[in-house]
T-cell receptor
Framework: RKEVEQDPGPFNVPEGATVAFNCTYS??????FFWYRQDCRKEPKLLMS?????NEDGRFTAQLNRASQYISLLIRDSKLSDSATYLC?????????WGAGTKLIIKP | NAGVMQNPRHLVRRRGQEARLRCSPM?????VYWYRQLPEEGLKFMVY????????ESGMPKERFSAEFPKEGPSILRIQQVVRGDSAAYFC?????????????FGQGTRLTVV
């Protein structure tokens, strides 16, 4: 079993819709959680950290469920520019463990 | 302030050759991290270096791979006797603080193709 698992997608979503991804992690002692965005053939960029109480940044909402060991990312009112691969990242024992990513395609 | 600079952006090597990947961290950053990303996979940590020191190389393959971050000049990831399975994108990131991966800035990566 992978340490961090994500549905690879692709998720094909019409512009303006709401889309959500989940990510599960295996190490219950994991300390911190993040969502990164990676455009095709580019470097990953930090989208947002994920806090225990859940947090929101504009159209993006991230949630953490420690009991079930998953984190989620919700994107509201999706834009064409949201098309990318979204990487779930978990920090365990000073190292970042990366999911393989969920590909999102926003269609006009 | 230039970001993290990696070169070359693309590198083609024949099997058995050596590949040298360079990473110049952001100004003021003395901590460098190297990652490898295989197609359709997430990034895999390889090595964490501070100036002149390897802090954590737990993700480095035991053979053919080495990394350095000299007092002067860029960090170098060296792969000797490359094989097809080394074909991947290699990303470097830098941070101003120790173990600052989550505050790190990434370079644009070097795409290595072994033919």
């Amino acid at each position: 079993r992978k340490e961090v698992e994500q549905d690879p997608g692709p998720f094909n979503v019409p512009e303006g819709a709401t889309v959500a991804f989940n990510c599960t992690y295996s190490n219950s002692a994991s300390q911190s959680f993040f969502w990164y965005r990676q455009d095709c053939r580019k470097e990953p960029k930090l989208l947002m950290s994920v806090y225990s109480s859940g947090n929101e940044d504009g159209r993006f909402t991230a949630q953490l469920n420690r009991a079930s060991q998953y984190i989620s990312l919700l994107i509201r009112d999706s834009k064409l520019s949201d098309s990318a691969t979204y990487l779930c990242v978990v920090k365990s024992n000073y190292q970042l463990i990366w999911g393989a990513g969920t590909k999102l395609i926003i269609k006009p | 302030n230039a970001g993290v600079m990696q070169n070359p952006r693309h590198l083609v090597r024949r099997r058995g050759q050596e590949a040298r990947l360079r990473c110049s961290p952001m100004k003021g950053h003395s901590h460098v991290y190297w990652y490898r990303q295989l197609p359709e996979e997430g990034l895999k940590f390889m090595v964490y270096l501070q100036k002149e020191n390897i802090i954590d190389e737990s993700g480095m393959p035991k053979e053919r791979f080495s990394a350095e971050f000299p007092k002067e000049g860029p960090s170098i990831l060296r792969i000797q006797q490359v094989v097809r399975g080394d074909s991947a994108a290699y990303f470097c990131a830098s941070s101003p603080t120790a173990r600052g991966e989550t505050e790190a800035f990434f370079g644009q990566g070097t795409r290595l193709t072994v033919v």
